[in-house]
């Protein structure tokens, strides 16, 4: 149980334009997911949390116009990165926890590799 | 969270058992401990969790001190596909909390 399913796992778009990578979580249901960025060699760094039917809460010195987060529903939270620049090129990872599991934590999708040319 | 010390990296050779440790003496009485790994380009995976008692499962044994502030994680017969970074995290204990990675352990496993 607790899957969190993240799409598309890698994707190159140009630089400009933006793209949505997609957080489910698939069978459970998920008020809060997180949202990380990896850059390689480093560790993963909480970009922002997503909760359902409200505003993002976003960590210092993330901009919140540039990437978007949507969580419409308890299964589906959504990451925008709006007119991507190479430097936007990164691993990012969602996370989510089932409440009904109590203490066994969190459980995180397998990525999506972006790369902005 | 509470403040985790890990080391930088560990090399085991396949077959033994590797010993992870971690250092969270600022943790409190109800924050638990985390382990996840992160084998390359892909997401965190849980490993185990405990509060005071130490704990075993199909993946590990997690051993905690007495004045829980320090953790071991130990894998009991290491294979190759055990090289990955391993973190210890102790996040607190709302509801929601999030999970604030540190630097992990890169383990790599001799063949």
């Known amino acids: 149980g607790a899957v969190v399913s993240q799409h598309p796992s890698r994707v190159i778009c140009k630089s400009g334009t933006s793209v949505k990578i997609e957080c489910r979580s698939l069978?459970?249901?998920?008020?809060?997911m997180f949202w990380y960025r990896q850059f390689p060699k480093q560790s993963l760094m909480l970009m922002a949390t997503s909760n359902e039917g409200s505003k993002a809460t976003y960590e210092q010195g993330v901009e919140k116009d540039k990437f978007l987060i949507n969580h419409a529903s308890l299964t589906l939270s959504t990451l925008t990165v709006t007119s991507a620049h190479p430097e936007d090129s990164s691993f990012y990872i969602c996370?989510?926890?089932?409440?009904?599991?109590?203490?066994?934590?969190?459980?995180f999708g397998s990525g999506t590799r972006l790369t902005v040319v | 969270d509470a403040k985790t010390t890990q080391p930088t990296s560990m090399d085991c050779a396949e077959g033994r058992a590797a010993n992870l440790p971690c250092n969270h003496s600022t943790i409190s009485g109800n924050e638990y401990v985390y382990w996840y790994r992160q084998i390359h380009s892909q997401g965190p995976q849980y490993i185990i969790h405990?509060?005071?008692n130490n704990e075993t499962n199909e993946m590990a044994s997690l051993i905690i001190t007495e004045d829980r502030k320090s953790s071991t994680l130990i894998l009991p017969h290491a294979t190759l596909r055990d090289t990955a970074v391993y973190y210890c995290i102790a996040p607190r204990g709302d509801r929601d909390d999030k999970i604030i990675f540190g630097k992990g352990t890169r383990l790599h496993i001799l063949p």
């Open positions: 996370s989510a926890r089932d409440p009904s599991r109590g203490n066994y934590g969190y459980t």
């Open positions: 069978d459970f249901q998920a008020t809060t």
């Open positions: 405990g509060l005071k």
